[in-house]
């Protein structure tokens, strides 16, 4: 069955990067888009960034030109380079593969961005 396992979150003080991993399994990786997620306290869970089969990348606009998304299809893993956190950055960050109809998260995992 589809598995998508994040890692990488933690603290961090503004300014400052994180690098999240996303590892996937259960589908054939390389032909699907792959994105991040994030959903803050008391709001709606929100589009970071895609990347499609082949590499091409769409972000948010908070995202843009702070965030990298990545992928490695021979390790089924996605990425996420962060830079320039902000504290509004501060969510729990998921992984998310639409395959046959249905999306697909992985468990989160948490980015705080404090002093």
């Known amino acids: 069955q589809v598995q998508l396992v994040e890692s990488g979150g933690g603290l961090v003080q503004p300014g400052g990067s994180l690098r999240l991993s996303c590892a996937a399994s259960?589908?054939?990786?390389?032909?699907?888009?792959m994105g991040w997620y994030r959903q803050a306290p008391g709001k709606q869970r929100e589009l970071v960034a895609n990347?499609?089969?082949?590499?091409?990348?769409v972000y948010s606009g908070s995202a843009e030109g702070r965030f990298t998304i990545s992928r490695d299809d021979a390790k089924n893993t996605v990425y996420l380079q962060m830079n320039s956190l902000k504290p509004e950055d501060t969510a729990v960050y998921y992984c998310?593969?639409?395959?046959?109809?249905?999306?697909?998260w992985g468990q989160g995992t948490q980015v705080t961005v404090s002093s």
């Open positions: 259960g589908f054939i990786f390389r032909l699907y888009t």
């Open positions: 998310n593969v639409r395959y046959s109809w249905q999306n697909y």
């Open positions: 990347i499609i089969s082949g590499g091409s990348t």
